[in-house]
């Protein structure tokens, strides 16, 4: 009893400075500094200049007014801008909920072969984009494709199209193939969510006769919510920098006629320049800055607005 | 794939060795080629050079090519940084103008051999009032169609040479179904302006006539001549494969040389190629004449030149060397051992390859012109030769008619191109 008399600062001052603590963590964050941080405060200020006359001048907001205010930047931006959106709601609407009735089937106590399952539909997503990206634009096609061929064995190759060729279905159709790679992850999210719930759980709630579907959205649905909104904050934050996929199968130029165009191709294109034109890195660095203001919003409104209603159970 | 390996090895070996061996030597003046060709460096170094060192003892030169991707932001930054090589490959307009305006490149008028070379030639050389010129034409590529020979015996067409005559034969061969008539996609978007667009193009707006009319602001894109191209190019959609909104370049390419197809519509790059894949006979004809009796205008792309470095140590050398470049003797060793790439130079040169023979046999007949976006023009954002591109691809594919095709092109540069005063 009589060491809680002894005065706290002196236990506190006596206390030797944790330096192994910012040893520790120097060079993580002098390697993030160096690789992110740095480049995103450089793009940021590059997006407030522009080149006149071979000098780089400041030129506040201007760059902004352009891409939102010139008729032909804006047009190109709202574009690619309503894609992206799209791109991201397929993604949304087809891969997140396939993701979790995989999980779901996947957690059945009374499926076989479940590991070769996970396997392969997890497989697609330790692939690389570039082979993803010719796989498909093989499959699909109208020349040498299985997608034809296949179609023409059960009868239906009149529902074949030139998919990726045509403005009204290339959207539609990449956003499916990347679904098909990406959806190993919400998948194996889930699974590992479904797994966590306690038996006991599960079994009072067999004991009062919720078995079966309304087990899976009474009892486990609402339990795997926050790994479903984790899903969608990461599923929204790729597709908004996606571009390695439409990269492959379209080309930097997003084809047919910008039909497929996203953020992050208009942004190469910008950035970069594109055949003989020439890239402008201050209207590109304006254009990133806009996609990570897009990003950061969609985070905040998840983090703030979302999150915080999830109810969470502690078992 | 193997031989790239061990072009780019060979490359790094000789890179390696010069940089080692030139203090070795240093009576001898080491000359060094910056290029994006690296598909070329074994004739560099087996036929280029050797015949040049021959005549000029004491010079030694290195051909040190880099990925044509990463040639345009490592030479400017070679440049800027004080170490590019001596020779310079320049790619045609601003990208070399740029490098000129900087005083890196230096003016090339006054070099024995440039009366070689015509004013289309040098075009994309030189300043926009066209008085300097900073870098020597090495070479074009000639715009046309490639046909398979066989075929057309087969079905008993013979060479079209007007339009009706090309769409009769595209008929034709449709009507048989042996074959696909033109093996062309839509889905790279270039093929359909480069190929179709500006290959039979200048047939409409006159060659140089219309390009500089068209730069001088006298024309516009909605004018008939630059819009009735786009409708003729809708027009070839029925007789191209199925599937061909999808259809990409290499799909073209192999398509044709697999025999599916019957006519290519090419430029002239491809035939070295197709030589080494093709078992079938190839023959090929100019972009036809819409009525019997009218001039005929090729676009015959100046696509490569070589300039010296402003800030080469060895001045005399290196303009030396540019004037072999620029002299008959060049222009017939790099035609032949690149069948495809034409000399630009005027001074007559005998080709070995008939189809390349075919093709350069044109500018005899026929007027010669430049793509028509590619000067001055594709200078502004939004960038015309893009935008060729995308309405090219459109009209074929149905999506835009040819009016709003010329429409949204003079639009797109008229927000940024002011034609000088007239």
């Given at each position: 009893?009589?060491?809680?008399?002894?005065?706290?600062?002196?236990?506190?001052?006596?206390?030797?400075?944790?330096?192994?603590?910012?040893?520790?963590?120097?060079?993580?964050?002098?390697?993030?500094?160096?690789?992110?941080?740095?480049?995103?405060?450089?793009?940021?200020?590059?997006?407030?200049?522009?080149?006149?006359?071979?000098?780089?001048?400041?030129?506040?907001?201007?760059?902004?007014?352009?891409?939102?205010?010139?008729?032909?930047?804006?047009?190109?931006?709202?574009?690619?801008?309503?894609?992206?959106?799209?791109?991201?709601?397929?993604?949304?609407?087809?891969?997140?909920?396939?993701?979790?009735?995989?999980?779901?089937?996947?957690?059945?106590?009374?499926?076989?072969?479940?590991?070769?399952?996970?396997?392969?539909?997890?497989?697609?997503?330790?692939?690389?984009?570039?082979?993803?990206?010719?796989?498909?634009?093989?499959?699909?096609?109208?020349i040498w494709?299985?997608?034809?061929?296949?179609?023409?064995?059960?009868?239906?190759?009149?529902?074949?199209?030139?998919?990726?060729?045509?403005?009204?279905?290339?959207?539609?159709?990449?956003?499916?193939?990347?679904?098909?790679?990406?959806?190993?992850?919400?998948?194996?999210?889930?699974?590992?969510?479904?797994?966590?719930?306690?038996?006991?759980?599960?079994?009072?709630?067999?004991?009062?006769?919720?078995?079966?579907?309304?087990?899976?959205?009474?009892?486990?649905?609402?339990?795997?919510?926050?790994?479903?909104?984790?899903?969608?904050?990461?599923?929204?934050?790729?597709?908004?920098?996606?571009?390695?996929?439409?990269?492959?199968?379209?080309?930097?130029?997003?084809?047919?006629?910008?039909?497929?165009?996203?953020?992050?191709?208009?942004?190469?294109?910008?950035?970069?320049?594109?055949?003989?034109?020439?890239?402008?890195?201050?209207?590109?660095?304006?254009?990133?800055?806009?996609?990570?203001?897009?990003?950061?919003?969609?985070?905040?409104?998840?983090?703030?607005?979302?999150?915080?209603?999830?109810?969470?159970?502690?078992? | 794939?193997?031989?790239?390996?061990?072009?780019?090895?060979?490359?790094?070996?000789?890179?390696?060795?010069?940089?080692?061996?030139?203090?070795?030597?240093?009576?001898?003046?080491?000359?060094?080629?910056?290029?994006?060709?690296?598909?070329?460096?074994?004739?560099?170094?087996?036929?280029?050079?050797?015949?040049?060192?021959?005549?000029?003892?004491?010079?030694?030169?290195?051909?040190?090519?880099?990925?044509?991707?990463?040639?345009?932001?490592?030479?400017?930054?070679?440049?800027?940084?004080?170490?590019?090589?001596?020779?310079?490959?320049?790619?045609?307009?601003?990208?070399?103008?740029?490098?000129?305006?900087?005083?890196?490149?230096?003016?090339?008028?006054?070099?024995?051999?440039?009366?070689?070379?015509?004013?289309?030639?040098?075009?994309?050389?030189?300043?926009?009032?066209?008085?300097?010129?900073?870098?020597?034409?090495?070479?074009?590529?000639?715009?046309g169609f490639i046909y398979n020979k066989e075929a057309f015996e087969k079905l008993?067409i013979?060479v079209?040479?007007?339009?009706?005559?090309?769409?009769?034969?595209?008929?034709?061969i449709?009507?048989?179904?042996t074959y696909v008539p033109l093996a062309m996609g839509?889905?790279?978007?270039?093929e359909?302006?480069?190929m179709?667009?500006?290959?039979?193009?200048?047939?409409?707006?006159?060659?140089?006539?219309?390009?500089?009319?068209?730069?001088?602001?006298?024309?516009?894109?909605?004018?008939?001549?630059?819009?009735?191209?786009?409708?003729?190019?809708?027009?070839?959609?029925?007789?191209?494969g199925?599937?061909?909104?999808?259809q990409?370049y290499p799909d073209s390419q192999n398509l044709f040389t697999l025999g599916r197809a019957a006519i290519y519509p090419a430029g002239s790059w491809e035939i070295a190629p197709f030589r080494a894949q093709a078992t079938f006979e190839m023959g090929a004809f100019?972009?036809?004449?819409?009525?019997?009796?009218?001039?005929?205008?090729?676009?015959?792309?100046?696509?490569?030149?070589?300039?010296?470095?402003?800030?080469?140590?060895?001045?005399?050398?290196?303009?030396?060397?540019?004037?072999?470049?620029?002299?008959?003797?060049?222009?017939?060793?790099?035609?032949?051992?690149l069948p495809g790439?034409?000399?630009?130079?005027?001074?007559?040169?005998?080709l070995q390859d008939p189809v390349a023979q075919e093709f350069?046999?044109?500018?005899?007949?026929?007027?010669?012109?430049?793509?028509?976006?590619?000067?001055?023009?594709?200078?502004?954002?939004?960038?015309?030769?893009?935008?060729?591109?995308?309405?090219?691809?459109?009209?074929?594919?149905?999506?835009?008619?040819?009016?709003?095709?010329?429409?949204?092109?003079?639009?797109?540069?008229?927000?940024?191109?002011?034609?000088?005063?007239?």
């Open positions: 009893m009589t060491t809680l008399d002894t005065p706290e600062p002196d236990i506190v001052a006596k206390r030797p400075v944790r330096w192994h603590i910012a040893v520790f963590l120097l060079p993580a964050v002098l390697v993030y500094t160096a690789v992110m941080i740095i480049p995103l405060f450089d793009t940021l200020r590059l997006s407030l200049f522009r080149v006149v006359d071979g000098q780089s001048v400041f030129v506040g907001l201007d760059n902004f007014r352009t891409v939102f205010g010139d008729p032909l930047w804006s047009a190109s931006f709202w574009n690619a801008l309503r894609n992206n959106i799209l791109f991201f709601l397929i993604h949304m609407v087809v891969q997140n909920p396939i993701g979790i009735a995989l999980a779901a089937l996947l957690s059945l106590p009374v499926l076989r072969f479940r590991g070769f399952y996970r396997t392969a539909i997890f497989l697609p997503t330790i692939l690389s984009f570039v082979i993803v990206g010719f796989v498909w634009k093989l499959i699909l096609s109208p494709g299985v997608a034809p061929f296949l179609l023409d064995i059960v009868g239906m190759k009149a529902f074949f199209a030139p998919w990726l060729g045509r403005p009204g279905s290339a959207l539609i159709t990449v956003s499916l193939v990347s679904v098909w790679q990406n959806i190993g992850i919400p998948m194996m999210l889930i699974y590992a969510a479904l797994l966590s719930i306690p038996d006991e759980v599960l079994e009072a709630a067999e004991c009062d006769g919720v078995t079966g579907w309304s087990q899976f959205f009474k009892i486990k649905l609402p339990l795997i919510l926050p790994t479903i909104g984790i899903v969608s904050i990461l599923t929204f934050v790729g597709n908004f920098n996606a571009f390695d996929l439409i990269y492959t199968m379209q080309g930097a130029i997003a084809g047919p006629n910008y039909s497929t165009d996203i953020l992050g191709t208009l942004l190469y294109r910008t950035f970069f320049g594109f055949q003989l034109q020439l890239g402008d890195p201050n209207m590109g660095a304006a254009i990133a800055t806009a996609m990570f203001f897009i990003i950061l919003a969609g985070v905040c409104l998840y983090l703030f607005v979302i999150q915080r209603r999830i109810r969470r159970y502690q078992f | 794939m193997n031989t790239t390996m061990k072009r780019m090895m060979l490359a790094t070996a000789v890179a390696a060795l010069s940089a080692g061996a030139a203090p070795a030597f240093a009576e001898d003046v080491t000359l060094t080629v910056e290029s994006w060709r690296n598909d070329d460096l074994s004739i560099w170094q087996e036929k280029l050079i050797p015949a040049f060192e021959a005549k000029n003892p004491g010079i030694k030169v290195v051909f040190s090519p880099l990925a044509p991707t990463e040639y345009n932001a490592a030479i400017n930054a070679k440049l800027d940084a004080g170490s590019a090589g001596d020779l310079i490959t320049c790619r045609p307009f601003d990208l070399s103008l740029a490098m000129y305006q900087k005083g890196q490149l230096t003016a090339v008028d006054a070099l024995a051999g440039m009366e070689n070379f015509s004013p289309v030639a040098k075009s994309a050389w030189q300043t926009d009032d066209g008085k300097t010129t900073f870098c020597v034409p090495m070479a074009s590529v000639i715009h008993g013979a079209p040479t007007t339009e009706d005559e090309f769409f009769a034969a595209l008929e034709k449709k009507a048989d179904g839509s889905k790279d978007q270039w359909a302006s480069t179709g667009y500006q290959n039979i193009g200048p047939n409409y707006w006159k060659g140089e006539e219309g390009r500089l009319a068209l730069i001088a602001g006298k024309q516009k894109l909605t004018d008939p001549e630059w819009v009735e191209p786009f409708a003729t190019l809708a027009k070839w959609a029925p007789y191209m199925d599937g061909f909104e999808a990409t100019p972009p036809p004449v819409r009525k019997a009796g009218d001039e005929c205008f090729i676009s015959d792309h100046t696509d490569i030149g070589l300039g010296a470095n402003a800030k080469s140590k060895h001045p005399e050398e290196t303009k030396k060397f540019l004037e072999w470049v620029a002299s008959p003797e060049f222009a017939d060793l790099y035609s032949n051992a790439f034409f000399s630009l130079s005027s001074a007559p040169i005998t350069m046999s044109w500018r005899a007949k026929c007027k010669s012109t430049i793509r028509s976006n590619n000067q001055i023009l594709s200078r502004g954002t939004p960038n015309l030769d893009t935008d060729t591109w995308i309405s090219s691809a459109n009209v074929i594919n149905g999506t835009e008619t040819p009016q709003q095709a010329g429409e949204r092109l003079q639009k797109g540069l008229d927000s940024w191109y002011k034609p000088a005063a007239q």
